[in-house]
C-alpha cells in the first residue's frame, strides 16, 4: 500500500490575525457540562463542531474522518468545522480520502496541528481553509515525498510504478494548489526534496501555515528555569 508517513512509530495571514484564533479555545469546552432537566449531560467534542484526528491516517482513520464531515453538512448545526490533528501520516489512499470530503464540504474546516503532523498528515493539515491553519509552537512538522512497498511477478511491478508515478503526481499537486509554492523545482528544493525536511514554525509559516500560536504566559509573570 502506498505510505506517506514518518516511521516513528502567507496568504491570509492578516485576516488570520484579525480573528484573534480562538480555535484552542474549543478544546477547552470539552469539560463543560451543561444541565438539561434534572439530569446532567456532558458535552463532547461533537457538539462543538471539533472532529480529533490522531495516529496513523489508515482506513478505519478515514472512514471515522470522512463520516463526521458528513454528518456535519447534513445537520448543520455549525458554521465551521475545527480538525485538531496529531498524526504521523499513514496510507495516501485514506489520506487523499479526507482531503477530498474536506474539499467537498460546503462548511469551512479550520485546521489546527499539535504534537506533529508529518507526511499525508501534513497534507491533510494544508488542505484547511486558507487564514484558519495553525499550529502549536512546540509542534513537529514533517514533510518529504512518498515511499511503497511492493512485491510480484517482474510484470506486476512495472505495472505497479503505474500508480507509484500517479501518486506522486497527486501530492505534488497538492503541494502545489494548496503552499505558497508555485512551482515543481521550488518543491523539489524546500518541501520534496530526496531527503526528510523537518519545519520550524518560522520555516512553516512561509509555506504551509498561517499563524503559530502564542505560548501562554506563566500566572507568576516568571520563566521556570
Request: glycine share 8%.
Amino acid at each position: 500500500m502506498s505510505q506517506l508517513g514518518y516511521k516513528v512509530d502567507a496568504k491570509d495571514k492578516q485576516v488570520a490575525g484579525q480573528t484573534g484564533f480562538k480555535h484552542l479555545k474549543s478544546l477547552r469546552m470539552e469539560a463543560n457540562i451543561m444541565s438539561e432537566g434534572n439530569g446532567k449531560k456532558e458535552k463532547g467534542l461533537s457538539d462543538y463542531g471539533i472532529i480529533y484526528l490522531s495516529g496513523p491516517i489508515e482506513v478505519e482513520t478515514s472512514e471515522s474522518v470522512c463520516k463526521e464531515i458528513i454528518e456535519y453538512n447534513i445537520s448543520g448545526k455549525t458554521d465551521h468545522i475545527q480538525m485538531i490533528i496529531n498524526s504521523s501520516g499513514g496510507s495516501c489512499p485514506d489520506g487523499f480520502a479526507i482531503i477530498d470530503i474536506m474539499e467537498w464540504s460546503r462548511i469551512p474546516i479550520f485546521t489546527t496541528g499539535i504534537g506533529m503532523i508529518a507526511s499525508m498528515a501534513l497534507l491533510v493539515f494544508m488542505t484547511g481553509t486558507r487564514g484558519r491553519r495553525v499550529i502549536t509552537p512546540r509542534t513537529s512538522m514533517l514533510s518529504h515525498r512518498y515511499s511503497s512497498m511492493t512485491w510480484g511477478s517482474h510484470s506486476q511491478l512495472l505495472a505497479t510504478r503505474k500508480e507509484q508515478d500517479l501518486e506522486h503526481d497527486r501530492i505534488v499537486d497538492h503541494y502545489l494548489r494548496y503552499s505558497g509554492i508555485q512551482s515543481k523545482k521550488k518543491l523539489a528544493e524546500y518541501l520534496l526534496r530526496d531527503v526528510d525536511t523537518w519545519l520550524t514554525p518560522q520555516e512553516a509559516v512561509k509555506f504551509l501555515v498561517d499563524l503559530v500560536e502564542p505560548l501562554k504566559p506563566h500566572i507568576s509573570g516568571e520563566r521556570r528555569g
